[in-house]
């Protein structure tokens, strides 16, 4: 069955505090992505990964493949990182698969 | 701006209806996917389409149909509407390198929230 986890499902930060977010899936995968989903419902596209890791800014988003596990961390959280946060797994047949998010809220 | 538009932003319809969204992509990208996004489902895939062909099918239903013209804009038709068709539609492009689309950074469009009363 093709099924994307993420947790926590709702997280609430401090500013300044190092944040992660999971993503786990149940079969292989040909890549997995993390998007942003802001308040006003505009998504933005923060990662693709395959494997290995990627950094941009304070974001950083690893991937296992054997253990079929990803995660995006957040450096150093700010206010205007409050945002609903999904994975998003690209299985055999370029179908995309979701999960269904992580609501973070960051607290001045 | 991610360069992808849609429109409408907004859209209220009846039940029985049929309606049509329409999708930009990012000037040069060949790939179009559409997605659904409800309170009860999430976000879901619909289709996507390269440079003008169907590629990949996701959850998407029989009512539902979608083209990519050779503009490269794309429009997805709904028909026979239901309440439970409610929901933000999110169109997203991408470069089109490879026609596996999942292998690239995708740019999504502001969405077109339809209501169905």
């Known amino acids: 069955k093709n099924e994307v986890e993420q947790s926590p499902q709702n997280l609430t930060a401090q500013e300044g505090e190092f944040i992660t977010i999971n993503c786990s899936y149940s079969?292989?995968?040909?890549?997995l992505h993390w998007l942003q989903q802001h308040p006003g419902g505009g998504i933005v596209s923060l990662f693709m990964?395959?494997?290995g890791k990627k950094k941009h800014g304070r974001l950083i988003a690893t991937i296992n493949i054997q253990e079929k596990h990803s995660s995006l961390h957040i450096t150093a959280s700010h206010p205007r990182d409050s945002a609903v946060y999904i994975c998003?797994?690209?299985?055999?047949?370029?179908?995309?698969?979701f999960g269904t998010g992580t609501s973070l809220t960051v607290i001045p | 701006d991610s360069g992808v538009t849609q429109t409408p932003k907004h859209l209220i319809t009846a039940t029985g209806q049929r309606v049509t969204l329409r999708c930009s992509p990012r000037?040069?990208?060949?790939?179009v996917y559409w997605y659904q996004q409800s309170l009860d489902q999430g976000l879901q895939f619909l289709i996507q389409?390269?440079?003008?062909?169907?590629?990949a099918k996701g959850n998407i239903l029989e009512r539902f149909s979608a083209q990519q013209f050779p503009d490269l804009h794309s429009e997805l038709n709904l028909s026979s509407l239901e309440l439970g068709d409610s929901a933000l539609y999110f169109c997203?492009?991408?470069?089109?390198?490879?026609?596996?689309?999942?292998?690239?950074?995708?740019?999504f469009g502001p969405g077109t929230r339809l209501l169905v009363l």
């Open positions: 997203a492009s991408s470069a089109g390198f490879t026609s596996r689309g999942g292998l690239e950074t995708q740019y």
């Open positions: 079969v292989g995968i040909s890549a």
């Open positions: 990964l395959s494997s």
């Open positions: 998003a797994v690209l299985y055999t047949g370029n179908q995309f698969y």
């Open positions: 000037s040069g990208d060949l790939s």
């Open positions: 389409y390269y440079n003008g062909e169907e590629r």
